[in-house]
């Protein structure tokens, strides 16, 4: 069996957060547990896959063919993005992956004012720790109340407002 990713070492998406606390940190990776386990991990890319059982994976520069008898494919989720201009200036940032955690915890100051877009878990994760950073912290979402469709509408609600009882616009 063999993961392949174009990240530097596997690790818990959930713990990124982490790092805009304290971009000094590190994230628990796990590469050693993979190979305990019998599982070959690849920095790198599949660039394309032949259902007759061959990837071609392009690692550090190089192709290279690999043959597999079974073949899950996971992407994972995708930051929704916005329909508007501007995405690409300085200052605006996904948090998807690792690098991008670094990136907005090295650019973050106390005393700055962030946009948060979404109100679900990664979004008030991300906006509680721009909060102890001392960053002046706004969410903007589409509808009101936060984790719409995890909790129901009254708790939803609740939630906004202790988020804005700890200084967090909602």
Request: aromatic share 8%; net charge positive; no cysteine.
């Amino acid at each position: 069996m063999a993961v392949v990713s174009d990240e530097e070492a596997p690790y818990k998406r959930a713990a990124l957060v982490k790092l805009l606390k304290n971009p000094k940190g590190k994230l628990e990776v796990f590469r050693d547990k993979l190979e305990q386990a019998g599982i070959r991990y690849f920095r790198g890319k599949a660039v394309e896959v032949d259902p007759s059982g061959e990837a071609l994976l392009e690692l550090n520069g190089e192709k290279r063919r690999v043959g597999f008898r079974k073949l899950v494919v996971a992407t994972g989720g995708k930051p929704g993005l916005l329909s508007i201009s501007g995405l690409n200036l300085k200052g605006v940032f996904t948090f998807r992956f690792r690098r991008d955690a670094l990136a907005l915890a090295w650019y973050v100051r106390p005393g700055m004012k962030a946009y948060v877009v979404g109100g679900g878990l990664i979004g008030l994760e991300v906006a509680e720790a721009l909060l102890k950073r001392g960053v002046k912290v706004h969410i903007v979402k589409r509808v009101p109340g936060v984790l719409v469709g995890i909790l129901e509408r009254d708790l939803s609600l609740m939630a906004a407002e202790m988020f804005e009882r700890r200084g967090i616009s909602v």
